[in-house]
T-cell receptor
């Protein structure tokens, strides 16, 4: 069964305190792993797609990496505006839809 | 650039009533999706559509009906609303193959009393 597990559920950081969010997945033949950011009252906003182990992508203070079993979203020197829920998803075996994890809610205080 | 517009943004209704949630896109993307988001479950797929007049079930389709007569619209109907269908509903689109990202609207918060 295709499955995505994110940890931790919640993370509190001080401004400037770097950390990582984890996304572990089980799917046969990964065809895409997606990271989204969701702000309260809004829909998920696309951040990255990773396709193969070893791949990395960066955007401002965020860097996503991928292994054969998991992905990490590294946040370097976060700012309060990085506070949001971060969602991870994989494309299902049929290639038709995304399977989402429950998300990690990040709070960054100044 | 409106992208995806969902309406209404908020809706309160009673059990047994029929309610339709609207989704309109300005991009002409082929694929459209309906998800529900609940605490403790994350986003779950209800229905999706690969093109006009082509729809298919997702993970949690029971109690929902969809149609897609035009590429830009993908309404979701709850035929007889139940309290368990209280949720936040998101519409999403995708340009082409599954390995392309989906883009989401801002959701409809539906409460069923």
């Amino acid at each position: 069964e295709d499955q995505v597990t994110q940890s931790p559920e919640a993370l509190r950081l001080q401004e400037g305190e770097s950390s990582s969010l984890n996304c572990s997945y089980t799917v046969s033949g990964l065809r895409g792993l997606f990271w989204y950011r969701q702000d309260p009252g809004k829909g998920p906003e696309f951040l990255f797609t990773l396709y193969s182990a070893g791949e990395e992508k960066e955007k401002e203070r965020l860097k996503a990496t991928l292994t054969k079993k998991e992905s990490f979203l590294h946040i370097t020197a976060p700012k309060p505006e990085d506070s949001a829920t971060y969602l991870c998803a994989v494309l299902n075996q049929a290639g038709t839809a995304l399977i989402f994890g429950k998300g990690t809610t990040l709070s960054v205080s100044s | 650039d409106a992208g995806i517009t969902q309406s209404p943004r908020y809706k309160i209704t009673e059990t047994g009533r029929q309610v339709t949630l609207m989704c309109h896109q300005t991009w002409s993307h082929s694929y459209m999706f309906w998800y529900r988001q609940d605490l403790g479950h994350g986003l779950r797929l209800i229905y999706y559509s690969a093109a006009a007049d082509i729809t298919d079930k997702g993970e949690v389709p029971d109690g929902y009906v969809v149609s897609r007569s035009k590429t830009e619209n993908f309404p979701l109907t709850l035929e007889s609303a139940t309290r368990s269908q209280t949720s936040v509903y998101f519409c999403a689109t995708r340009t082409g193959p599954g390995n392309q990202p989906q883009h989401f609207g801002d959701g409809t918060r539906l409460s069923i009393l």
